[in-house]
């Protein structure tokens, strides 16, 4: 009875061992038949999800025997499962691609050249503009296709500005505009709620402002070979310039800046203006129902050159690891050229790159005010620009939390560019 | 003594005990057969992967490029990094203050218990109901809604006068949020205390009683005495998960252990420079100089233990 009990017992380990070991090997592509099964992922909410639930059920609806599986989560979890994907060399067979990572994915052969496919197979990008394909190019690879693009914005919301009583400018130079958001706060305006109103939040500490700021002075963020292109005293003297405003209480309080957080405190209707990408304009329409927002350039001390540029909002990339590359590609070129997967998203991935979808779509509401936005600014446009360093996540993150010290009084402007730079300097080092 | 016992026995036991020691032998093979499993895990999940983050630690790796040998400079980094040094502090902050009054509110809590009342069963299970749930996403963003501005403390504080507005979004009010927040999560200290106030011997406190001792000499001679081990093990424990702190603050500050750094604890910084910055090597130096400075302070714990903590079996 016992030696029964023991080869039982050996047995089953060995079995739960086989199951165990087997599991990789029984989940194949299904190639056998000529199925073939994609897995695609990207970030959003359940908004994303059912956009890309209408376009993809209808592709595989069109393409008999290609399924794709989708899988999504939030932007922050997103880089580091793509991460320790790529550690493995086991990258999904189409992925939605941020300009910020591009470089640190496609520097390294984990993404797809979609350049090297050829007839059939290849992406058609004919319809995207010549000054935006090269965003998604990375050592002259081609590794992203662009999804949309986006230019930055100064957000105004009229109701707001009513309720303050203070006029909002128009294409305001930087002491205008810094001389609007004190006007604002020295007013003392609540909203219905009984929350004081501001011009602005410290808006220094968003790194892409300071990238335009630099690009209306001719200054390149970057130089060729990756390094910074600008120096400490340049970051010095922007965060400088509203340092009146930071300690006279002109700006909202880094307090209720962290309290509102997830949600910015241009969509919770406690400022009038924010700058920020263009196509956050529907976020802000259904966080802020009431407010009456518009667009315009961002300040600038030569109203004809607001440093802006459009770049691409999202890409698609391929992992290089895919079995079914054609397929892969097939994908792609049906999100980014078919009108009826355009249709699918609006302008929800900002306005849609290729003009096979744009030229397709009737636009109205909000997305026809982000596009009427973005024609209105195409003779300012400088061109796109490449994609950004290795380690641009960390030194735009680093950016915000240390301007955040300067909100809180807890290091001098100087103190603060110095920590910065240094810190900047020793992450570019560390991505060479 | 067990040697020479058997020694002397086996002229005796020759026979049965060379069959008996097969089937031993057949026993221990089943055992290590059943073991398999957790062997299995043990070597390939927790051995193999801290081996290979020891390693990494001496290496620069990036998730993407293969890792390169750099020797000692991850950990020399660390102590010129101002905020590795503000996680050090935060989190030393908060195992220091929030360990010692997590143990006394939950050996108050389980004295309570312990008296007799009616509805024990459902008391003690409601008291030991935030342990359960504490842990859990849910909780931290609950209590993120209780700290914020208008939130439940902001408008009891108001009520009584004070206008100081949330909790969250105050850098010197953050830390006693999440001191509180674990205080609150007393259930698995307190269960372990009520247990130990069971064992001890209730003629001792009536031998006090009858020679005159009131409740307090009661408490400082027979029940702390009596519950030094178990304080003991309820102290090692909760300073060891005060050290590995992380939902909650990843969930309260966005990720972010903001703000101005505030709730920057120890492994969330871990997290931010592993998972965000794609620094798998800095971040492993990190996980590496947690685990030695965990392990000597339980060893400090282990030395000091011999002259406060009081066995009762034992005899000097």
Redesign the interface.
């Known amino acids: 009875m016992k030696?029964c009990?023991?080869i039982v017992?050996?047995t089953a380990?060995a079995a739960?061992?086989a199951a165990g070991c087997g599991g990789g090997s029984g989940s194949g592509d299904g190639a056998e038949g000529g199925d073939v099964s994609l897995v695609m992922t990207f970030w959003g909410n359940d908004d994303r999800a059912q956009r890309y639930d209408q376009a993809l059920r209808a592709y595989e609806e069109a393409n008999p025997g290609v399924t794709v599986q989708e899988t999504f989560v939030d932007y922050?979890s997103y880089?580091?499962a793509r991460?320790?994907e790529?550690?493995g060399r086991s990258l999904p067979d189409v992925m939605l691609m941020d300009l910020s990572y591009l470089r640190?994915?496609g520097?390294?052969g984990?993404l797809l050249d979609v350049s090297t496919l050829s007839g059939d197979e290849a992406i058609d990008l004919s319809g995207m503009s010549d000054s935006l394909i090269p965003s998604g190019q990375v050592d002259g690879a081609q590794v992203g296709v662009p999804v949309g693009t986006n230019a930055f914005a100064l957000f105004t919301d009229a109701a707001a500005v009513e309720a303050t009583g203070v006029p909002a400018p128009e294409q305001p130079t930087w002491d205008e505009y810094n001389d609007y958001v004190a006007a604002v706060a020295a007013a003392g305006a609540t909203d219905a709620e009984g929350q004081a109103l501001f011009g602005s939040g410290d808006y220094t500490g968003i790194f892409w402002i300071f990238i335009h700021w630099l690009n209306q002075q001719g200054v390149e963020p970057f130089t060729e070979d990756g390094e910074l292109g600008f120096t400490q005293d340049d970051v010095a003297e922007w965060w400088g310039s509203v340092e009146d405003l930071r300690g006279g209480g002109g700006f909202i309080?880094?307090?209720?800046?962290?309290?509102l957080?997830?949600l910015s405190i241009f969509d919770a209707g406690e400022t009038t203006t924010e700058q920020s990408w263009d196509n956050f304009l529907a976020g802000y329409v259904s966080n802020n129902p009431d407010g009456e927002h518009s667009l315009q350039p961002i300040p600038s001390d030569d109203p004809a050159d607001p440093g802006l540029f459009l770049k691409p909002s999202m890409l698609y990339s391929i992992g290089a690891n895919t079995e079914h590359p054609a397929e892969a590609a097939a994908l792609v070129d049906y999100l980014v050229n078919d009108p009826a997967a355009g249709e699918a998203f609006g302008t929800s991935q900002g306005l849609r790159a290729s003009s096979y979808q744009r030229d397709a779509m009737e636009l109205e509401g909000v997305d026809a005010q982000v596009a009427e936005y973005e024609e209105s600014i195409e003779p300012l446009l400088q061109d796109s620009p490449p994609p950004p360093v290795r380690?641009f996540?960390?030194l735009e993150?680093r950016f915000l939390?240390i301007n955040?010290?300067l909100n809180?009084g807890?290091l001098s402007v100087d103190e603060a560019a110095e920590?910065w730079y240094g810190e900047a300097q020793q992450?570019l080092a560390?991505?060479q | 003594m067990t040697t020479t016992t058997r020694a002397a026995q086996r002229p005796l036991a020759e026979a049965p005990r060379r069959r008996s020691s097969r089937r031993r032998r057949?026993e221990d093979?089943?055992g290590y057969?059943?073991l398999?499993?957790w062997l299995?895990g043990f070597f390939l999940l927790t051995v193999g992967p801290m081996l290979a983050s020891l390693y990494l630690s001496f290496t620069?790796y990036?998730?993407?490029?293969a890792p390169s040998w750099v020797g000692l400079e991850n950990y020399q980094r660390l102590f010129a990094d101002?905020r590795f040094i503000d996680s050090v502090q935060v989190t030393t902050l908060f195992a220091v203050i929030g360990v010692p009054v997590k143990l006394a509110a939950s050996l108050a809590v389980a004295m309570l218990l312990n008296m007799a009342l009616g509805a024990k069963g459902f008391y003690r299970s409601a008291f030991y109901l935030p342990s359960l749930v504490g842990a859990s996403v849910s909780i931290a963003i609950v209590w993120r809604a209780i700290f914020?501005?208008g939130g439940i403390v902001d408008r009891i504080g108001q009520g009584v006068g004070l206008e100081a507005?949330?909790w969250?979004?105050?850098?010197s009010r953050t830390l006693p949020m999440f001191i509180l927040l674990t205080v609150w999560q007393f259930g698995a200290p307190m269960v372990i205390f009520l247990a130990g106030l069971k064992q001890v011997p209730a003629e001792l406190y009536e031998a006090a009683s009858v020679d005159g001792a009131g409740p307090v000499r009661r408490f400082l001679s027979i029940t702390l005495p009596m519950l030094s081990p178990v304080i003991f093990f309820n102290l090692l424990l909760e300073t060891i998960n005060a050290f590995q702190v992380f939902a909650s603050a990843f969930i309260i500050s966005?990720?972010?252990g903001?703000?101005?750094?505030s709730t920057l604890f120890y492994t969330l910084y871990l997290y931010i420079r592993g998972?965000?910055?794609?620094?798998m090597g800095y971040a492993s130096a990190m996980a590496w100089l947690l685990v030695l400075v965990v392990g000597a302070i339980t060893l400090v714990f282990f030395k000091t233990s011999r002259s406060w903590v009081h066995y009762s079996g034992e005899t000097r």
């Not at chain 1, 309080?253 to 309290?259: A, G």
């Not at chain 2, 998972?275 to 620094?279: A, R």
């Open positions: 030696r009990m023991r017992a050996v380990t739960l061992l922050p880089w580091p991460a320790t790529a550690a640190e994915f520097a390294n984990q309080s880094p307090e209720r800046v962290n309290q957080t997830p380690g996540g960390t993150a939390e955040e010290n809180y807890t920590q992450t560390d991505n | 057949g093979l089943a057969a059943f398999t499993p299995l620069r990036d998730l993407f490029n101002p914020i501005d507005g949330g969250v979004g105050d850098p966005n990720g972010t903001g703000p101005a750094n998972f965000g910055d794609f620094q």
